[in-house]
């Protein structure tokens, strides 16, 4: 990859840890709600500069979209639950371990490097569980739970993608719909909660809106980019930089106590994660 690639590569993962960052910071559901909003608002906005994709990728991008609503909310528990320095590394590195065992049950070989990639992950888990509270814990199991939607409609893409011709538009609709599931159901579940705080804090809810949104379309966008101009692998494998940068920021800007078990396994996690997507 040329340094250009590598440089976008990362700020794709830079701006993925951001608006986990966001919904951590700004009060979970409301934010997490305002965050699947404000993407599927600028997704819509750019959507009649797409192409459209194929009727036959269609009922992917509904179950797709299923997925994400079903995402944001677990979301929200495990965000409310734990820390970002936790939840965030188990989420975003356990997801491609839990595809790869999924191909391994469906007949696929894993070749050695895939089952070291296993090791370094499960060590990883293992390293967050280690003395944990019985909070901690149920964060794990969130967080765990969390990544196995991940899974879910990363499965469901990869096979949807190849369907609909047109990867952009494709992406855009399951944002699109998505935030209409998310405002609908955190209408009922949080509307209580969302108005006030939009009353109290309308620059905070425009920015964290548009903002999150900016970085979630902007994140994926980039990397969809990068991956036409560079091999898919090594861009995945790259980006789970977003796990040691969400470590990071929650030590530096959330204050989070980040101890050595805990660094330990997010150093394990992205490890393994990189290396499932290398092969």
């Known amino acids: 990859m040329s340094d250009s690639i590598i440089a976008a590569v990362l700020c794709a993962a830079l701006l993925h840890a951001g608006w986990n960052t966001l919904i951590k ?3 979970g559901a ?5 965050v699947a909003v404000g993407a599927g608002l600028l997704c819509a906005l750019a959507l009649p500069f797409v192409a459209a994709p194929a009727p036959a990728s ?15 909310f677990l979301l929200i528990a495990t965000y409310r639950s734990g820390d970002l320095s936790h ?21 696929e070989r894993l070749s050695a490097t895939q089952w070291l990639a296993v090791a370094l992950i499960c060590g990883g ?6 003395g944990g509270s019985g909070g901690a814990r149920r964060t794990t199991l969130l967080a765990l739970g969390t990544a196995c939607v991940i ?30 599931g998310v405002l609908a ?40 980019w990068a991956m036409t101009a560079a091999p898919v692998a090594a861009v995945a494998a790259l980006r789970e930089t977003s796990i040691l940068f969400a470590t990071l920021i929650a030590a530096l800007l959330l204050r989070e106590r980040v101890g050595p078990a805990r660094i330990t396994g997010a150093v394990l996690i ?3 994660a990189a290396a499932m997507r290398l092969t």
Request: a positive charge; glycine letters at 16%; one cysteine or more.
């Open 58 to 72: 269609w009922p992917y991008i509904g179950a797709s979209a299923l997925a994400q609503v079903m995402y944001y």
């Open 270 to 272: 992205a490890a393994g």
């Open 30 to 34: 409301v934010a997490t709600i305002l």
């Open 185 to 224: 159901l955190g209408w009922r579940r949080h509307g209580r909660e969302l108005l006030p705080f939009a009353r109290r804090n309308p620059g905070v809810t425009l920015g964290v809106a548009l903002g999150g949104g900016l970085m979630t379309a902007g994140s994926y966008g980039t990397a969809l």
């Open 125 to 130: 888990v293992l390293a967050m569980f280690k």
């Open 151 to 180: 899974a879910l409609y990363t499965l469901v893409d990869g096979a949807g993608v190849r369907r609909s011709g047109a990867a952009a538009g494709y992406t855009m609709w399951i944002f699109l719909l998505a935030a209409v």
């Open 25 to 27: 910071a700004h009060g």
């Open 87 to 107: 939840a965030y590394p188990l989420m975003r590195g356990c997801a491609p371990l839990v595809v790869a065992l999924v191909g391994a049950l469906a007949g």
